[in-house]
């Protein structure tokens, strides 16, 4: 008997019931009973769905108010004093540590959120203090297998496992993971232990830790804390969970621990396959084979998934067939996109419609002749088809593309020159990075406008007396590079997918990011190309306004790949070059039309580099910075071409950075300790440097002394003649109240260092 299994099931809501509920109780307007009970319904449903899907390995306590590792932390006391000295209710104090508390019974920050390895979900950060006094505290786990018990289930409770928790917490005092492990093991042997009491057949342990590069240090800590645990397994079958890549670098040892089910990546993990095939699986273990992705949304290939199983029959290994990871990254039911054509949905497979494949693979595995089952046989025919976004041009384009495609001449040092002789800019010149406030007025004109409410003149005459505004707002303030100000844009991805031709988007193909937070990415179906100039207009009219120079402002290939769901049937390579020819149009466009500084925001560049630093340029920094040039690589030496990133934690690729070979970049500095800056002059950074001089994220402003200090610290690293003075990201999230002043104080400031310098 062939079974099945997934990691995870998202756990918002198809329709976000989660989010709205738990947001409604923040506010007050419901209590804790009304918000447990839309929880509990949510997880019924969810199970109900599982059940009739004929799932086998049914999860439970995958079910979050916020955060799984939050949720951990919780389970293990790993509690900072702070949020459980509030004397809140459980749900407070862990809403507490989630979001912050302000209120009667005192002040707290929240724990620091941080990316959930590759993926676009944050996890809360643990944080361990010396007095931390690892034990069971908590009841979830065991509540919501009973609870699934109740309505006829005996599930896989899944949680986060020892070496990932005490790997990914924060230590904040003198004592590290070492100092927890024989506690933290404990811990875990008594949660197989009430789990064994309540009848449990099979526990899950998520450790996606694994995927990374381990050191003999890691793999000894990951021996030493499960030896412990599985020493007392208490009847529980363990299985090891593991997602996101593969796990090379200690494949032998784990699979030579007492573990009775271990989880393998075969989507993000390259090197699955040949691990297995080269190395064997124990006879005695399971095999949870992830096949499904877990992360994207197109239908599964039968045919490619058939032949990673039938390699594992043919090696005799028992196995399960499951998804690459938890279903939390991708949305939920295809049944609410009502309006998408199904031309398209039928290419689709969101979480439900996963939960069909797996039933579906199971019966074609379990049939005499699978090729002749009516879903294989479908199945290959939905792949045969020429998909309908094809475009032989576009592809022609990227195939025809030769280094000079990739380089711009003549090189940096010259153009500096040439630049510097056409802007005649004062030294430290002042920017910012591109949208101004958006103000409860623009959102609502924008609205109205999409809903059809404001016609398109009035909604164009709108947008032209804001870009004004904007315009000579600046002019008063004194800035020396302006912008349009971004008003006619709701999201910088989003934007720009819309204008191109072969993006897709969705209406309810949400996804949860952190929290109650969920983002929708579009999705690239087909070839892109540029169907129309998606910014020309708004750049010239801002710059016929002025004869100072206004900045054209575009999202970069990368960012916009990233923050998308990606084509499966071509590389990332192929989609990010055939987007950087389209952004390429708009450069070419914006220059013939009389912008002569173009700013290329890569926002999400550094995020996607992969897991492992040994796969950084193959597998991604090969084809990303190339990516970047594409778009610029054919201006003029006098055309200025500026980046900006919103993090500073690039020193690990700063050639790389420099390699896109921007005139300018600025990025995120105000918050991080400027160590980045030492990087830059160790590094020789040849690129002229804004590093944001507040933070934009916070509603204080700035006194201009504090922008002096920051400046004065910037010039101890950076030569004068490469440095710009500007903010640390877009000005969009926040009021003009504060971002008038903040501007001001920063063009004094830069005045006055001018003057020092002089
Ligand atoms: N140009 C964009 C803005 O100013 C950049 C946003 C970002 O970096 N996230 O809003
Ligand atoms: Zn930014």
Redesign the pocket.
């Known amino acids: 008997m062939m079974k099945t299994s997934i990691v995870g099931y998202p756990r918002i809501g198809s329709l976000r019931e989660l989010k709205f509920a738990s947001e409604k109780y923040f506010r007050g307007e419901i209590d804790e009973t009304e918000l447990q009970s839309t929880a509990k319904e949510l997880r019924l449903q969810n199970l109900k769905e599982q059940q009739e899907s004929d799932l086998d390995f049914i999860p439970s306590n995958d079910f979050s108010f916020y955060d799984g590792m939050l949720d951990t932390a919780f389970l293990l006391n790993a509690v900072p004093a702070r949020y459980k000295e509030l004397g809140l209710s459980v749900l407070d104090e862990y809403f507490a540590a989630a979001r912050g508390y302000q209120g009667e019974k005192g002040d707290v920050k929240a724990l620091a959120m941080k990316k959930w390895f590759n993926t676009n979900y944050h996890y809360m950060v643990p944080e361990i203090d010396d007095n931390a006094e690892i034990k069971l505290s908590g009841n979830k786990p065991f509540a919501l297998f009973s609870e699934a018990l109740e309505n006829g289930v005996k599930t896989k409770s899944v949680i986060i496992g020892a070496f990932t928790f005490l790997a990914l917490a924060r230590y904040t005092g003198t004592k590290s993971k070492e100092d927890f492990a024989e506690a933290t093991a404990n811990t875990y042997i008594d949660i197989i232990n009430r789990l064994s009491e309540l009848g449990a057949e099979w526990v899950q342990f998520d450790e996606p830790y694994l995927v990374r590069d381990l050191t003999d240090n890691d793999i000894a800590f990951f021996k030493k804390l499960y030896n412990k645990i599985l020493a007392k397994k208490n009847g529980v079958k363990i299985l090891l969970q593991t997602y996101f890549g593969d796990i090379r670098d200690c494949y032998h040892e784990v699979t030579a621990l007492d573990f009775d089910g271990i989880g393998l990546d075969f989507i993000e993990g390259r090197k699955t396959p040949e691990l297995v095939k080269t190395n064997g699986f124990p006879k005695d273990k399971l095999l949870f084979a992830g096949v499904v992705n877990g992360k994207n949304i197109w239908k599964n290939n039968y045919s490619k998934t058939l032949n990673i199983l039938n390699e594992l029959k043919n090696q005799n290994i028992d196995f399960v067939v499951g998804t690459s990871c938890s279903l939390l990254h991708v949305p939920y039911t295809l049944k609410n996109e009502t309006k998408l054509s199904d031309v398209y949905k039928k290419h689709f497979a969101y979480a439900t419609e996963k939960l069909t494949e797996l039933a579906e693979i199971k019966k074609i595995l379990e049939s005499e002749n699978p090729l002749e089952t009516a879903e294989y046989k479908a199945n290959a025919k939905l792949f045969a088809q020429p998909r309908s976004g094809e475009n032989t041009t576009i592809k022609e384009k990227v195939n025809a593309l030769s280094e000079k495609d990739f380089t711009r001449l003549p090189e940096f040092s010259e153009r500096e020159k040439i630049q510097k002789e056409r802007f005649q800019l004062p030294l430290f010149p002042t920017t910012?990075?591109?949208?101004f406030p958006q103000t409860a007025e623009i959102r609502k004109t924008r609205a109205g406008f999409r809903k059809g409410e404001v016609s398109e003149t009035d909604y164009e005459n709108f947008l032209k007396e804001k870009i004004e505004g904007c315009i000579r707002l600046q002019e008063q303030i004194g800035i020396d590079v302006l912008?349009h100000g971004?008003f006619e844009?709701n999201d910088?991805v989003e934007y720009f997918g819309e204008c191109l031709d072969g993006y897709l988007f969705t209406e309810k193909a949400w996804v949860q990011s952190y929290g109650t937070r969920c983002v929708k990415p579009p999705v690239v179906w087909g070839d892109i190309s540029r169907a129309k100039p998606m910014t020309v207009k708004w750049s010239s009219y801002a710059q016929s306004l002025t004869d100072k120079p206004v900045k054209g402002?575009l999202?970069g290939p990368v960012t916009i790949l990233n923050w998308s769901f990606p084509r499966e049937d071509i590389s990332l390579k192929e989609s990010a070059y055939q987007i950087a020819l389209a952004i390429r149009e708009e450069v070419l466009d914006l220059e013939a039309n009389g912008i002569n500084i173009i700013?290329i925001?890569e926002?999400a560049l550094r995020e996607k580099l992969p897991l492992r630093r040994s796969d950084w340029n193959s597998e991604y920094l090969d084809w990303a910075i190339p990516a970047f040039r594409l778009v610029h690589s054919g201006v003029k030496p006098e055309t200025q071409i500026h980046t900006?990133?919103?993090y500073s934690e690039f020193a690990d690729i700063i050639e790389d950075i420099d390699n896109m070979d921007a005139d300018v970049i600025t990025f995120e500095a105000s918050r991080s300790d400027l160590t980045i800056l030492d990087v830059l002059k160790a590094k020789n950074f040849r690129t002229e440097v804004g590093p944001g001089v507040y933070d934009i994220h916070s509603p204080r402003i700035p006194a201009k002394e504090e922008i002096k200090a920051a400046l004065g610290k910037m010039l101890d690293r950076i030569p004068a003649k490469k440095l710009w003075v500007n903010p640390d990201?877009?000005?969009?999230t926040r009021g003009n109240e504060e971002t008038i002043p903040s501007l001001e104080n920063l063009v004094a400031a830069a005045k006055e260092i001018r003057m020092t310098i002089l």
Do not use: F, N, P, Y
Not at 432 to 435: F, K, L, Q, R
Not at 729 to 732: E, H, I, P, S, Y
């Open positions: 910012t990075i591109g949208s912008v971004e844009r910088m402002m999202t700013q925001d926002a900006h990133m919103c990201c877009g000005l969009k």
